[in-house]
T-cell receptor, first 118, second 114 residues
């Protein structure tokens, strides 16, 4: 079984400041990890994913995340926030089976709403 | 490709009514799944399918039925709607290739049960 905890349901930053959204996971098998973004009244957009290759993963819109196995973390960062980054962000984990697929099943965190102030 | 499509976009039901949320994908993906999104709870898996004719329960399956007669379609049925089923429903399809799993989400269906 796997689970995801996102620390902080709301994060507020100033435009130009560092964005840090925290995600910790638990998984009994090597996980795949994902960050999704959801703009108001829209669907989910994949920001980036970790699939056991490089531990530092770069995504779209200047976001990146680092997989730290020892800390069971996959925190999302962006050096400089932009007003357009205001959205809700979800961390998700999938547990692969011996063949490497999770059959599309994801476990999501509860989400973090990012507010960006001018 | 249209990707993952969902209909309707918005629906209002009365308690006890039944309805089917439609989901279709034109990418020939093996795996499809349904999630519900509730404030402060993220997305939770309702049912999933690993291929035509094969479905299984997720985390919150009670009150929902699914079937998958074709690769393309994966409808979600509410047999007797309850206010607790007021939510936003997302359908997703995915495939696994070259040790990578890739998911595609539909735009969602917003359901209000009165």
């Amino acid at each position: 079984a796997q689970s995801v905890t996102q620390l902080g349901s709301h994060v507020s930053v100033s435009e130009g400041a560092l964005v840090l959204l925290r995600c910790n996971y638990s998984s009994s098998v090597p996980p795949y990890l994902f960050w999704y973004v959801q703009y108001p009244n829209q669907g989910l957009q994949l920001l980036l994913k970790y699939t056991s290759a490089a531990t530092l993963v770069k995504g779209i819109n200047g976001f990146e995340a680092e997989f730290k196995k020892s800390e069971t973390s996959f925190h999302l960062t962006k050096p400089s926030a932009h007003m357009s980054d205001a959205a809700e962000y979800f961390c998700a984990v999938s547990a692969s089976n011996a063949g490497g697929t999770s059959y599309g099943k994801l476990t999501f965190g509860q989400g973090t709403i990012l507010t960006v102030h001018p | 490709n249209a990707g993952v499509t969902q209909t309707p976009k918005f629906q209002v039901l009365k308690t006890g009514q039944s309805m089917t949320l439609q989901c279709a994908q034109d990418m020939n993906h093996e795996y499809m799944s349904w999630y519900r999104q509730d404030p402060g709870m993220g997305l939770r898996l309702i049912h999933y399918s690993v291929g035509a004719g094969i479905t299984d329960q997720g985390e919150v399956p009670n009150g929902y039925n699914v079937s998958r007669s074709t690769t393309e379609d994966f409808p979600l049925r509410l047999l007797s709607a309850a206010p607790s089923q007021t939510s936003v429903y997302f359908c997703a399809s995915s495939y696994f290739r070259d040790a990578q799993e890739t998911q595609y989400f539909g735009p969602g269906t917003r359901l209000l049960v009165l």
